[in-house]
């Protein structure tokens, strides 16, 4: 996913947590643990990609509905 993102020059990533029949409360996993152990690696690879200018700053929040 990284080399994806570094290779297409995306900006912007609108993942999909939510499949099919998958119950909420695992979709609600799935985006928390995305946003906590995914997320901060693809920002940090992205950022020296670009010779260590910053993404935007937004931090991993709990996702809750």
Partial sequence: LTA???ELGI???MPLFQIGSLPHDL???SANLFATEVLPYIR???ER???GKPTV???AQEVRV
């Fill in 4 to 6: 994806m993102v570094k």
């Fill in 57 to 59: 700053s937004m931090e």
């Fill in 49 to 51: 990609a670009r010779g």
């Fill in 11 to 13: 900006g912007i990533l």
């Fill in 27 to 29: 979709a609600t996993k």
């Fill in 44 to 46: 940090t690879e992205v």
